[in-house]
């Protein structure tokens, strides 16, 4: 069995609660159920085919998802695939075990895309965003946590093998999304309870100074990332059963809160066409809702 480390191994050790239910008083939205693959779900992400793609590190696999909602095993793997996103090729790049790969989404074949740092084996990576440069911002958490800051982000510029330094003493960086005009990137400091203001390499601003941009409330903290097209961000909030929200300049917005059915365990999100598409990995399930 393999030893699990971070959000992982706390998130195992908690036994997959399931939610209490809903708030009285609170909103209500109408989410809808794409898909139920079971396992530890993460990282939505629209495939070329149009299918919806997701991993399982947990259980080492990568699933795709028809429009009929059945997942399918596009292939399993011990490297801990989570977080993902699609190159300009069509090609899925994935967080892993010791770096990045490169994935074919039709045929499954693995191509290594980072795997060491300044000559060191990088540690477990966890999520990543592509830029329009066709570059890769992508967290290393490694074993890091609260008391021990010495989680990493870097960035891999196009058709590089040597990833850049991009920010370090972080306590487990987590989810990552580069802003809508392409100036700065968030990171989801998990363990901190907060998201970080980073400028990108490509940075046009003159205020270019790294500060916390939102904290988030309840929960364990801040798991994947996304923006929608207004540059308003969502983030999945583990163990609250929610996802927050902010504005582009960090006023809070209401959450979204997952439907009493579902469980607490909100891993990732995707913003596409109106809709908020999330994980869920306590149930195993990818849940949508419009958005308003």
């Not at 329009?132 to 010495?150: A, E, K, Q, W």
């Not at 998990?190 to 939102?214: D, M």
């Not at 582009?248 to 891993?267: H, I, Q, R």
């Amino acid at each position: 069995m393999r030893a699990l480390s971070g959000p992982l191994l706390l998130l195992a050790a908690a036994g997959f609660p399931v939610a209490a239910g809903a708030t009285p008083g609170e909103p209500q939205q109408d989410w809808q159920q794409v898909a139920r693959c079971g396992g530890f779900l993460e990282a939505p992400t629209r495939l070329p085919s149009g299918d919806l793609a997701v991993s399982d590190p947990l259980n080492g696999r990568l699933l795709r998802i028809d429009p009929h909602g059945q997942c399918h095993e596009l292939l399993r793997s011990d490297d801990l695939p989570n977080g993902q996103a699609i190159d300009a090729d069509g090609n899925l790049i994935v967080a892993r075990r010791g770096g990045l790969m490169r994935v074919d989404p039709v045929t499954g074949t693995i191509t290594p895309l980072v795997e060491q740092f300044e000559g060191e084996p990088l540690d477990i990576a966890n999520d990543l965003s592509v830029d329009r440069h066709g570059g890769i911002y992508f967290t290393v958490p490694g074993r890091s946590n609260l008391l021990r800051p010495d989680g990493r982000v870097f960035y891999l510029p196009a058709g590089s093998r040597e990833p850049d330094l991009v920010a370090g003493g972080l306590a487990f960086p987590n989810g990552v999304a580069v802003a809508p005009d392409g100036n700065s990137i968030r990171v989801a400091e998990f363990a901190a309870k907060r998201i970080l203001w980073i400028p990108t390499r490509h940075s046009t601003l003159k205020f270019n100074v790294p500060h916390v941009f939102a904290h988030t409330v309840g929960g364990v903290g801040p798991d994947g990332l996304a923006f929608d097209a207004d540059g308003v961000l969502y983030a999945a909030n583990i163990e609250a059963g929610t996802v927050s929200r902010w504005t582009p300049a960090g006023a809070p917005l209401p959450d979204l809160k997952l439907p009493p059915e579902a469980g607490l365990l909100v891993t990732n999100v995707l913003v596409e066409d109106g809709w908020l598409y999330v994980t869920e990995a306590a149930q195993g399930v990818v849940w949508r809702v419009r958005l308003d």
